[in-house]
């Protein structure tokens, strides 16, 4: 059945609902190898995904999630990530200040994948627990209106999966269906993807799936998120309309940043970026910007004992140029030979007798070892 689907993809053609919903079944039951798992996910990215088979996918995917009870309405604020800016963790915390305004919200995300630190990454180095059970996530929304689902514990195939997506190398189906998968079943949701094609059908797959009112949106600097330094484009939607449109930070009355002020780093760096945006500071963790620590080449310099000789090394490694070697005096003759030099004038005589050129030698030596 793979191989048909296989042959069908590598043709160009889209799956159908029923195919799509087929081949995820196999994939989170474990019933196909890595290597037709690895040929599959590199055939989908060469053609490119379909709304239907995204939106089959993720359905089929969502059966094979831990089991969560929530009769309650959440939101979730989640990104495809891949951006090219590289920012601190800032889907996840704004999530601490939507909670804190009183939504619920049922987070979920994953490990580093393509920056530094994941919103699971900085959430362990904020000293949570992401190995919750439903139940215990289910309590602390009751009780704070924050949890998190931690990818990777709650759909067990997923391990497996991003085994080979490592291996690969290359962006795949998954990073667009993990925001998608939410256990919890979100019907209000903020959406960031890497790239602006991805905006309106990634808004008609999350309302397939039934999320009410949600965005889609995309940082025209190439970030997953809202940008606060260059505009966003939006696609907000709910099940009666779909509406495109940009926002600027000027439109909020906020100043543009510069990307290195939203720049992050290793989990326990962009954990403390995050403390410091809940406890009001500006900028940084210290109340400065945060800025990206460069590392410096230095030469290797060559301690002083074994410069002696700095200029082209010691004087018989030193070989002159044509044009000095053309200005080296030429030998003296020797008396009596004509003219000739003392060299040329044994040529024929004794052991130097058998040797042609003898000239040619004479001058190879004294501009080699002279």
């Given amino acids: 059945m793979l191989t048909s689907l296989l042959k069908t993809i590598t043709k160009g053609k889209d799956l159908n609902q029923r195919e799509s919903s087929i081949?995820?079944?196999q994939i989170m039951e474990g019933t196909i190898s890595d290597?037709?798992?690895?040929?599959?996910?590199a055939a989908l990215t060469t053609k490119g995904a379909s709304e239907e088979e995204i939106t089959a996918f993720a359905r089929t995917m969502r059966q094979y999630s831990m089991h969560v009870p929530c009769t309650m309405d959440v939101f979730d604020i989640v990104g495809t990530g891949g951006g090219r800016t590289k920012t601190?963790?800032?889907?996840t915390t704004a999530s601490f200040v939507i909670a804190a305004g009183g939504v619920r919200v049922a987070k979920h995300g994953n490990r580093a994948k393509t920056s530094r630190s994941g919103s699971a990454d900085v959430l362990e180095a904020l000293g949570a627990n992401i190995f919750l059970s439903p139940e215990s996530c289910l309590d602390m929304l009751q009780q704070i209106g924050l949890c998190y689902f931690y990818t990777r514990y709650y759909y067990y195939m997923m391990k497996r999966i991003d085994a080979v997506r490592e291996q690969l190398g290359i962006y795949t189906v998954f990073d667009v269906l993990r925001p998608l998968t939410n256990p919890a079943h979100s019907v209000y949701e903020i959406l960031g993807v890497n790239a602006p094609h991805l905006v309106e059908p990634m808004a008609h797959v999350l309302a397939a799936l039934g999320v009410r009112h949600g965005m889609v949106v995309y940082g025209q600097d190439g970030s997953d998120e809202i940008s606060a330094s260059a505009a966003t484009t939006?696609?907000?939607?709910?099940?009666?309309?779909?509406?495109?449109?940009?926002?600027?930070?000027e439109d909020f009355n906020l100043p543009r940043a510069s990307r290195d002020e939203l720049r992050g780093g290793l989990p326990k760096h962009n954990a403390a970026i995050t403390r410091a945006v809940l406890d009001g500071h500006k900028g940084g963790p210290d109340g400065s910007p945060p800025q990206r620590r460069r590392r410096t080449l230095r030469r290797r310099q060559r301690p002083q004992s074994l410069c002696r000789y700095p200029q082209g090394g010691p004087p018989h490694r030193q070989r002159p140029g044509p044009a000095e070697a053309r200005r080296l005096p030429r030998p003296e003759p020797a008396p009596g030979t004509g003219g000739k030099s003392e060299a040329h004038s044994r040529q024929g005589t004794g052991r130097y007798g058998i040797i042609k050129g003898t000239k040619k030698i004479h001058y190879y030596v004294r501009t080699v070892f002279l």
């Fill in 23 to 25: 081949v995820m079944e």
């Fill in 35 to 41: 290597v037709q798992l690895a040929g599959f996910l």
């Fill in 88 to 91: 601190f963790n800032i889907s």
């Fill in 234 to 249: 939006i696609c907000e939607f709910t099940p009666e309309s779909f509406s495109t449109y940009e926002i600027r930070p």
